[in-house]
């Protein structure tokens, strides 16, 4: 199976485990490539109930490294920076968040927290290029990343910021989603 075939079966997994009920939404998780946004590999990845299992407690977190990009496309999430506990966020369930948002085509979003701008993209795919998202994040590093990953999105802007004086102006839905 080619890697786009992967994509897809991610997004039909996203749907189903997400209870997603936009096909605009699927249908970006199925075009995005997820890779892009990571940086090269290898990665470690790890299911969210280990990641919650370790926040309660009852066991310790571990990570699984693959280098083949073929592993990114599972509801899985994937570090992004260990010492600080960043991850790219668990998919279905940034998927169903953004499904409750119910974007259309044209619609202006603002996405505090844009981490390396996967959603941020996915979000663009969605509404469009008559549609725009301003995305906000706090880590320098990784807006700096956002920013040159999203670089191909005429309709994405991210900036480094804290989100308390950033005004993205009239919006139509707003995605907050920081650590």
């Known amino acids: 199976m080619t890697l786009e075939g992967y994509r897809r079966f991610y997004a039909e ?22 890779e892009k946004f990571l940086g090269p590999g290898p990665w470690e990845i790890a299911s969210a109930e280990i990641r919650g299992a370790s926040a309660l407690g009852t066991m310790q977190t571990s990570y699984t490294r693959v280098d083949d990009p073929r592993h990114l496309y599972h509801d899985v999430v994937i570090v992004l920076d260990k010492a600080g506990d960043i991850n790219n966020g668990h998919a279905s369930t940034l998927a169903r968040w953004i499904d409750a948002l119910d974007l259309t085509a044209a619609a202006r979003v603002y996405h505090l927290g844009s981490g390396v701008g996967y959603y941020p993209a ?17 880590n320098s590093e990784l807006a700096a990343r956002a920013q040159r990953n ?4 005429s309709n994405v802007t991210v900036e480094e910021s804290n989100g308390a004086t950033f005004d993205p102006g009239a919006c139509d ?5 920081a650590g």
Not at 173 to 177: D, F, I, S
């Open 13 to 34: 997994e996203i749907s189903f485990t997400g209870n997603i009920h936009s096909p605009a939404l699927v249908e970006a998780f199925a075009r995005v490539p997820r």
């Open 122 to 138: 996915i979000m663009a795919e969605v509404v469009g290029p008559g549609g725009s998202i301003a995305g906000t994040e706090v």
């Open 150 to 153: 999203l670089s191909c999105y």
């Open 173 to 177: 839905a707003k995605l907050v989603n």
